[in-house]
């Protein structure tokens, strides 16, 4: 398994959504996105999911957390639905039907749940898992630790773990009712920490240094 397995979709969506979340995230929350979007691919090849929608788990993947960013950031929705209708309005601009469209905004606000049932909505199932992945190290034995590596080396960590702990924290102190405060809760920080991943990258930076 390798990146080049998963071509970025050439569609008008998925390439707003890359440059949307350039020019207003960091770079180590947009690498966080991209990582989150092979992860998911990759959990979707090896879980066998076949009928995928590959443009809408981009989009979504890419834009999952730009609710958290000062410009669209919503005084009483949760960064997660903030970042969905970011999602909606971006994919009526591409022209998406108004079903598809909704599609984005479930997918971005599932990817915060704490389990998504793939019967219910596959694609919410994978950004959940993948975005599980890359901030908490859940399964991280799954993927092929070649691949895994590739997609670090790729687009690399960085201050992620600082950048997404001060997100939440911030969500949860002034939106205590959302999912940032169960996550905040749940020790999302610690688990940033601790997130294997965190320790790959350290590997893969002292080697090449």
């Not at 969506?13 to 180590?28: C, D, G, I």
């Not at 879980?47 to 443009?55: I, K, M, Q, S, Y």
Request: overall charge negative.
């Amino acid at each position: 398994m390798r990146i080049t397995d998963f071509p970025v979709p050439d569609t008008a969506a998925a390439h707003a959504a890359l440059e949307l979340a350039r020019e207003y995230q960091t770079p180590a929350i947009t690498a966080h996105a991209v990582r989150s979007w092979l992860f998911a691919e990759a959990f979707a090849r090896v879980g066998g999911f076949d009928a995928v929608d590959h443009e809408l788990l981009y989009v979504s993947a890419v834009l999952h957390d730009i609710g958290t960013v000062p410009a669209f950031d919503n005084h009483t929705l949760s960064y997660e639905d903030a970042g969905g209708h970011v999602a909606t309005a971006l994919t009526a601009g591409a022209g998406w039907p108004r079903e598809r469209r909704r599609r984005a905004l479930e997918v971005i606000v599932r990817h915060n749940w704490t389990a998504v049932d793939p019967r219910l909505d596959v694609e919410g199932h994978l950004l959940e898992i993948a975005t599980g992945l890359d901030i908490s190290g859940s399964r991280a034995d799954v993927l092929p630790a070649d691949f895994v590596r590739e997609v670090l080396g790729a687009h690399p960590r960085g201050e992620l773990a600082a950048e997404f702990g001060a997100c939440v924290a911030d969500q949860a102190s002034r939106k205590p009712e959302t999912a940032a405060r169960r996550l905040l809760d749940g020790g999302v920080l610690a688990k940033l920490a601790a997130n294997p991943l965190e320790g790959i990258a350290r590997s893969m930076a002292a080697q090449n240094s």
